[in-house]
């Protein structure tokens, strides 16, 4: 469903849903074995694609979806 929506890449979804139940970028990060910065950079995407600045919104905006 997200990736049709807002065309998300596989790493991204799995990083959203990781902030969905609340993980931290650096949580994240740690549980897929990628820098932080990857992390960072695949949530700056992630907003830019849901036209979110936040990860309070994209929370909110995920868990509507669901």
């Known amino acids: ?3 049709s929506i807002y065309e998300l890449t596989p790493s991204e979804i799995r ?3 990781s902030i969905v ?3 931290t970028p650096a949580e994240a990060a740690n549980r897929f074995h990628v820098s932080v910065n990857t992390t960072r950079s695949q949530l ?3 907003f ?3 036209d979110t600045q936040r990860q309070a919104e ?3 905006l995920l868990s509507g979806l669901t």
Request: hydrophobic content about 55%; glycine content about 6%; charged content about 35%.
């Open 58 to 60: 994209l929370v909110r």
């Open 21 to 23: 139940d609340g993980l």
């Open 44 to 46: 700056r995407a992630l």
């Open 15 to 17: 990083l959203a849903e």
């Open 1 to 3: 469903m997200l990736k």
């Open 48 to 50: 830019a694609k849901t």
